[in-house]
């Protein structure tokens, strides 16, 4: 038999590059002679990940819409059908047996070009509510993998299946690696550890929030490891000379800083809600309001309705000590906390997506 040829189409964000590298993985560890091609949007972060995980990528023109007027919505159309042109090319020449997309810009030229040539297509959708290209792509895809309940409101109840959000392995075992973390990041073994997450880019608000309360945290006696983001770290990095906090652009070893921490202030984003899951720790999640239909505020409300986090809107960031000093002292509620997010874990999701793609592959 021919090895199969894998097409996978994710970007953007890494909310949508790592699900696609973990599947690719997965994929490649049942059938290591299968070829895989990766189409991402040129510019963004996905043409350096994807690389240095070992995989082909090539790039579409193409970008989203914007709220506001500006002068890329005008050009939007242009891109997208240059887009369709270029991914029709691509799956010509690759000849994919199967096209994946895990959402981004260039997935929806990529998915709806395979399906046109009868390609089987399987959507990967991260957030508690589906964005409008997932929504569009549904309607020809084959099967929708999910991660979140109640999603027949947007997709064919035939082709849901719940599978969670893939999430790195090494993330299982953290429990075992706290005082490995502690060793890692050089951190005080009798001091409470605050991690703060704005995503790879980084958040605004976010690191305002944390630059606005060192003062306080210093107080509460809390030491803070700090990731501000690509686009803020020149800004932040002067903090990193304070004693309790160290200052990152990125952190490579984010299951030593998981098993280090005893708190965690987070953004919402599908991936790092699945991660922080299967954590199982305290969680203050301050969720973007500047995505597309407020996913990230439904997807932290789905564990605070569950008693598993506490969501604290950009609106309510003025309340922040308060909520934070009320945590810090309840060994009780972060307790409460984090036993029912870890309740809400799908650590098997790589596998459970890879398993209804080679369904896919054998009835092709």
């Known amino acids: 038999m021919k090895p199969y040829n894998i097409l996978i189409s994710g970007g953007g964000t890494g909310g949508h590059i790592y699900p696609a590298i973990a599947i690719a993985n997965e994929i490649k560890l049942r059938y290591p002679d299968a070829n895989f091609l ?4 040129k510019d963004r972060m996905e043409m350096e990940k994807v690389p240095k995980a070992g995989y082909e990528i090539q790039g579409l023109w193409i970008s989203g819409i914007q709220r506001k007027l500006t002068l890329d919505n005008f050009s939007f159309p242009f891109k997208f059908i240059h887009s369709l042109w270029r991914a029709s090319k691509i799956i010509k020449k690759f000849k994919p047996d ?10 929806g030229p990529t998915l709806i070009m395979a399906n046109r040539k009868g390609i089987p297509t399987l959507i990967q959708e991260q957030n508690s509510f589906p964005g409008i290209t997932n929504k569009l792509l549904s309607k020809k895809a084959n099967k929708v993998c999910v991660a979140y309940d109640h999603l027949e409101r947007f997709f064919s109840l035939d082709k849901i299946v719940k599978t969670g959000n893939p999430v790195r392995q ?11 973390g502690k060793v890692f990041f050089q951190l005080t073994k009798i001091k409470k550890t605050i991690l703060v997450l704005g995503g790879s880019l980084g958040a605004r608000k976010i690191n305002q929030l944390i630059e ?15 990731q501000c ?12 000379a304070l004693e309790n906090v160290q200052v990152h652009e990125f952190i490579n070893r984010m299951d030593l800083a998981y098993a280090a921490s005893d708190i965690i202030i987070s953004r919402a984003g599908a991936s790092s809600v699945s991660e922080l899951c299967i954590v199982g720790k305290p969680v203050i999640f301050i969720p973007s309001p500047n995505v597309a239909e407020d996913h990230q505020t439904k997807n932290a409300k789905s564990i605070a309705d569950q008693h598993g986090a506490v969501l604290l ?26 036993e029912n997010i870890k309740e809400l874990a799908l650590p098997g999701a790589t596998t459970a997506i890879v398993n209804e793609i080679e369904k896919l592959l054998r009835t092709k």
């Open 212 to 226: 606005s309360n060192l003062e306080f945290f210093k107080k509460q006696g809390v030491q803070i490891i700090w």
């Open 170 to 180: 090494d993330l299982l075992l953290i429990h075992s690696k706290t005082d490995d």
């Open 229 to 240: 983001g690509q686009l803020y770290f020149e800004e932040y990095k002067k903090y990193d």
């Open 98 to 107: 199967i096209a994946i997309g895990t959402g981004g810009f260039a997935s």
């Open 38 to 41: 990766f189409v991402g949007a």
């Open 313 to 338: 809107k950009e609106s309510d960031l003025e309340t922040f000590p308060i909520v934070f000093e009320t945590l810090i002292k309840d060994k009780g509620k972060q307790e409460h906390l984090a």
